[in-house]
Nanobody, 127 residues
Framework: QLQASGGGLVQAGGSLRLSCVVS??????????VGWFRQAPGKQQEFVAT???????DYTDSVKGRFTISKDNAKKTVYLEMNSLEPADTAVYYC?????????????????????WGQGTLVTVSS
């Protein structure tokens, strides 16, 4: 139902764009909040970015100013544009979705906030 792609090997300072294509969910894609999380080797999963159904976005401090999350309802896709990549960004990146009602504009920053998950895509940043 969620298919993440776009990972790869990049040098420090480079850029990548991750995509998360959503399909076969019960509600219209536009009514879902979507988040990106990542998990580095030997570390816990951590929040990266989220976008609400009204397209408000939020980021973890370490990626602010470098990453941008966006949502294309027509393509049922959420993107994570990653610039100025650092070796510390190396991780498996996961996208997740949560159906939300129109009045719920909360930012969802923990894995438990989401109901649907995609498989991960590996991002490796070399120094």
């Amino acid at each position: 139902q969620l298919q993440a792609s776009g990972g790869g090997l990049v040098q420090a300072g480079g850029s990548l764009r991750l995509s998360c294509v959503v399909s076969r969910l019960a509600q219209p894609f536009s009514s879902y909040a979507v988040g990106w999380f990542r998990q580095a080797p030997g570390k816990q999963q951590e929040f990266v970015a989220t976008i609400t159904r009204s397209r408000r976005d939020d980021y973890t401090d370490s990626v602010k100013g470098r990453f941008t999350i966006s949502k294309d309802n027509a393509k049922k896709t959420v993107y994570l544009e990653m610039n100025s990549l650092e070796p510390a960004d190396t991780a498996v990146y996961y996208c997740a979705a949560k159906y939300t009602i129109l009045s719920d504009g909360r930012y969802r920053r923990v894995p438990e906030d989401y109901d649907f998950w995609g498989q991960g895509t590996l991002v490796t940043v070399s120094s």
